[in-house]
């Protein structure tokens, strides 16, 4: 991958996080996200699925902001993320998808409406909603159903998300 495409794929991961699009990332942008998942699939915030989104979306947070702000003003600026977060992922992308298990965890249970596990269709509305779009949403999402029973796993999501975020290192 050369040096383009290597900011480019940076870049779109930090407007991902950046839900309000102020140019940096912060705690209200993990809130904003929590907020779109439970409304798209109607959970109230006060509900234990509800609660566990936020728990989880603060976890996010706090992890994140632990990696990547490096001056401690609670906000993590594109250089930030690009020098701290970026690279970090680069070096262990699965030790990010670990920061962000508890909000995985929770939106999956939020996204499983049968009990059964979460569906494609139903991640696809969850990345939609924070911002994919949607004709990538839908193919990410059916990408992430590896063993192809119709239901995500935990890991599968995990796995898939450690990917999404472990951006390779351009070419020197």
């Known amino acids: 991958m050369d040096s383009a495409e290597y900011e480019r794929k940076i870049a779109a991961r930090f407007a991902t996080f950046d839900q309000d699009g102020n140019g940096y990332i912060d705690r209200e942008d993990f809130s904003v996200a929590a907020k779109a998942v439970l409304a798209e699939f109607g959970t109230t915030a006060r509900s234990d699925k509800g609660q566990a989104v936020f728990a989880g979306a603060e976890a ?3 992890g994140m902001a632990g990696i990547a702000d490096v001056d401690g003003d609670q906000r993590v600026t594109r250089e930030e993320f690009i020098t701290g977060a970026a690279k970090r ?3 262990n992308p699965q030790r990010f998808a670990e ?3 508890p909000f995985l965890r929770a939106v999956i249970a939020v996204a499983d ?3 059964r596990g979460a569906t494609p269709t139903a991640a696809a ?10 004709e990538t949403a839908g193919q ?7 063993d192809g029973d119709g ?3 935990e ?6 998300f450690a990917g999404y975020c472990g951006v390779e290192a351009p070419d020197a």
Do not use: C, Y
Not at 125 to 134: D, K
Not at 140 to 146: C, H, K, R
């Open 113 to 115: 409406e049968d009990g």
């Open 89 to 91: 992922l680069r070096d």
């Open 99 to 101: 920061i962000a298990r």
């Open 125 to 134: 509305r969850v990345l939609r909603v924070l911002g994919i779009a949607p």
């Open 155 to 160: 890991d599968e999501v995990l796995s898939a």
């Open 60 to 62: 996010f947070w706090q």
């Open 151 to 153: 239901r995500l796993l």
């Open 140 to 146: 990410v999402a059916t990408a992430l159903d590896g």
